[in-house]
């Protein structure tokens, strides 16, 4: 079975927990073992968000005090330093694993080629930087919606739109920033990784949704100011890949019915045309439920959203939401 895992910057960097590398590597490595465990016998693609991450840089100054680099740079810097956080700790796990079994087991998954439950047989792991082509003519420019960086007060808030121009929205009832978030038309790095999937890797791919980049008037590619949406890039990336279950980890158990109210209860299984008359925030739940939908209809495939944690659960049915046609 060929699985695309999407995994949200928020299940990476949790609200309110400290925003450091050392605490990003631990909330990674408590995901690897399920991670793993999903790779037995699979074909695994890792997707991942960056948009904590990405507004942590954005706040960065150069020693001259200029404003920080544009987001296409910034995205590229995020998916160098959390793919490289998932691989070392994907082969961290796999060390671990291996070393945990017999002598004998060893040598029997060795001689039978196996990758089994416990790890015996290492299994390839490989980071691609990713491009994602948008157009420069989506309303999305017009309409920043993506979440970027951590929530501030409303001072914070205020003295950074002044500085910087930033847009601000509220995100739990907390000033955080928004950026264009266009939809990708094109992942440029499909034959790559299908290339990898064939060779048995496992593929950590299309980081923070991918590079933004688009054509100019002389069809050479430029970066775009723009954070793209991880779930809408893994969507299109599963369909081109003909995945057969697009997985969307968050740190939600499932898509909620009534948010934030007395009656508020977990979907367990919807179809793509009972979600559609339903709404959800446009900044958190919208886009994975949209996400789920467009794999669902282009590709036929089946797409869940759930707590990363429960990853095993999300993928036999079991637990979180399940997004059938």
């Known amino acids: 079975m060929r699985i695309v895992i999407g995994v949200g ?20 490595r408590q995901a690897c073992g399920p991670l793993l465990d999903a790779a037995v016998d699979n074909e695994l693609v890792i997707t991942h968000g960056n948009g904590p991450q990405v507004g942590m840089l954005a706040l960065q100054r150069d020693p001259d005090g200029n404003q920080p680099l544009p987001l296409d740079v910034l995205g590229a810097e995020t998916q160098g330093m959390i793919g490289y956080l998932i691989e070392t700790e994907l082969r961290n796990e ?11 087991q060893r040598a029997e998954a060795r001689r039978e080629g196996e990758t089994i439950r416990s790890g015996a047989a290492q299994r390839l792991v490989t980071t691609v930087l990713t491009l994602a082509e948008v157009s420069m003519d989506d309303p ?3 309409h920043p919606t993506k979440f970027v ?10 003295q950074l739109a ?3 121009g930033w847009i601000f929205a509220s995100d739990g009832g907390h000033p955080r920033r928004v950026v264009p978030s266009p939809r990708p038309r094109r992942i440029i790095q499909v034959d790559s990784t299908r290339r990898l999937l064939d060779a048995g890797h496992i593929v950590i791919c299309t980081g923070g949704g991918g590079i ?12 775009v100011e723009a954070v793209l949406d991880k779930d809408a890039s893994s969507a299109l990336f599963a369909s081109e890949l003909k995945a057969d279950v697009l997985v969307m980890a968050t740190d939600a158990d499932a898509v909620m019915v009534d948010w934030g109210t007395p009656q508020e209860r977990p979907l367990r299984v919807a179809t793509v045309g009972e979600l559609e008359q339903m709404d959800f925030a446009a900044g958190s739940m919208g886009p994975k439920v949209q996400a789920g939908c467009d794999f669902v209809r282009k590709h036929d495939g089946r797409a869940v959203i ?13 637990s979180g939401t399940t997004i059938l046609r």
Do not use: W
């Open 9 to 28: 910057g928020n299940a990476i960097a949790p609200r309110g927990r400290p925003n450091t590398v050392a605490d990003q590597r631990a909330q990674i």
């Open 94 to 104: 796999m060390t671990r694993r291996s070393r945990a079994l017999t002598k004998q």
């Open 140 to 142: 999305a420019f017009q």
């Open 149 to 158: 960086g951590p929530v501030y007060t409303d001072t914070e808030a205020e």
């Open 162 to 164: 002044a500085e910087h």
């Open 212 to 223: 933004p980049i688009a054509r100019d008037s002389k069809g050479s590619y430029v970066g």
């Open 306 to 318: 759930g707590r990363l944690s429960d990853l095993g659960h999300l993928l036999d049915g079991t």
